[in-house]
């Protein structure tokens, strides 16, 4: 296949996300050492975890918007360049209050890039499942790499040098944006930000039924990958008795076979339909969680991780149920729109699951994301038998 320009959009968008993505996740695998400086408790970081989602969720409106004013290029390298700054500032935090209000930023600069490099992919690309299938391989190179390095350099220097692995990384992805990607001409460059924001079609649009119902999935699964995303490790850790340094490894298997997943999930969706894959999605989710919750063992360990990172695949297939029922006119903006909205309610994911912990206990808090799984499936399911046209 002759390399064309599209593929190497293709390329740096994915890097992009790696690195928004590294962000996000190097504050996992350090949670207890963070716990443990700072004295408070996993709710605590729960909350300062699910502010970072919220404040993603919110700038996903916002970026489709701004990259109509100015182009997805410039709003994909100060997500990039945001990233790096705000994980310099969780790096010097000197108390827990300094520390929620730079993962609150890095939330806010990172949720600048999905929305709009997906859509900056759909101008590029007509099998645009495929292209998000790979695209989203980002966040599973990111989960790959981040447990294991964050993990290792936790051990040996402390959790803020580990953190410090976003800014090695990201600083040459950006530089590589910068000098290969073209710029990028805005849709709208001499429309008022301000006059883009329409509630009357924004209401329009979230109320058509096919559109709501996907969002009610999206919540929902993306929800429960939250809670996995932020507290896998310390499930690991202290419901399993893992050491650190095993558990990153599986978070990291969970993250291979997402990435995996994404690629074959994407293409399945485009071949076979979205509901049938993301049912099949959430069925193998919840598997993978019921292996980690009941079933001892290393293999147990592994093979949960395999189920569950293909589970949280799911966005591949689901999310281009949304593209498949917007105008292009609509795709920058509306895709925004979207994806804020179940981003701000999804944000809850990280907070509730580290609330149920603290309460319940780990096993608790699993089964009920696992629970969230089965009813995802079981919705899907029944918009296919009963033809509900959802």
Known sequence: ???????????????????????????????????????????????????????????????GILADRFGERRIILVSIGGTIVASLLLIIAPNIGVFILATVLLGAVAGLHYSVA???????????????????????????????????????????????????????????????????????????????????????????????????????????????????????????????TLAGTVF??????????????GAASDRFGRDQTTAGCMLVGAAGIALLILTPGLLSAILGGVFLGIGMSFGAALLPRFLDEMSDEEQATGFGLVRSVYMIFAALGSVVTGVFADLFGWAAAFAFLCALLLFLATALTANKLFNLGL
């Open 1 to 63: 296949m002759k390399w064309r320009y599209p593929h190497t959009v293709l390329v740096l968008c994915t890097l992009a996300f790696f690195v928004t993505m590294v962000g996000r996740l190097s504050i996992s695998p350090v949670v207890t050492d963070i716990v443990a400086e700072f004295q408070v408790s996993n709710a605590l970081i729960g909350v300062a975890l699910s502010g970072m989602w919220l404040t993603y969720g919110l700038s996903q409106y916002p970026s």
């Open 118 to 244: 997906t859509t900056l992919l759909a101008r590029k690309f007509d099998r645009i499942g495929s292209a998000v299938g790979i695209h989203n391989t980002g966040a599973t190179l990111a989960g790959l790499l981040t447990p294991v390095i964050v993990a290792w350099v936790a051990v040996r220097y402390g959790w803020r040098p580990a953190i410090g692995v976003t800014v090695l990384l990201g600083t040459p992805v950006f530089i590589l944006f910068f000098w290969r990607i073209r710029e990028t001409p805005p849709r709208k460059p001499s429309q008022p930000m301000l006059s883009q924001i329409d509630i009357g079609a924004a209401v329009e649009l979230l109320s058509r039924p096919a559109i709501a119902f996907t969002l009610v999935l999206a919540i929902i699964g993306e929800f429960v990958w939250q809670g996995t995303a932020s507290f896998l490790p310390t499930f690991l850790i202290e419901h399993r008795g893992q050491s650190t």
């Open 252 to 265: 990291s298997v969970y993250f291979i076979a997402q990435g995996v997943g994404q690629v074959v999930v």
